[in-house]
């Protein structure tokens, strides 16, 4: 005997199941918005990662010069383009409380952007004296797939 479930019962001459062409039709339409929308979301996570990625960045360029002002004494701050990174040197780190230096990788999640061309002031790092002054500005490129965001850090 063959099952029938309630979607396949018929009143009056009507069937109350779905097709097969139906069915193949909608799936054809979810692959369609499927395939508008995954381009327009990636776009959207490479923004999210460089943003995230300048504040990170910003952050810690206002923590360096802060941490200084509290120590009468300069603090560096070294970018490392082959690492995709830059270490504050003799500081912990204020989220994980390491003892160690606090070194910022932005290669790795949650940021996974590379570190570009450093300008500042003609080298790769920044410093501020014991008042929590910079020694220069310049730009530091972060590139995440074919996109690339300019940090512009102001010249004292």
Known sequence: MIWSGPRCERRGGLSLGYTLVELVMVMVMIGI????AVPR???GSVTRRLDAAERRVLGDTEYASELARARSSPVVISFDVLGSGYTIA???NPITRE???YIVRLKDAPYR???GTVNLGGDSAISFNGFGVRDSGGTVDLIAGDTTRTITIDAP
Not at 33 to 36: G, K, M, T, V, Y
């Open 90 to 92: 003799g500081t912990s």
């Open 41 to 43: 979301l990636s776009d």
């Open 99 to 101: 003892a160690s230096n």
């Open 33 to 36: 918005l499927a395939a508008i």
């Open 113 to 115: 952007v590379r570190v």
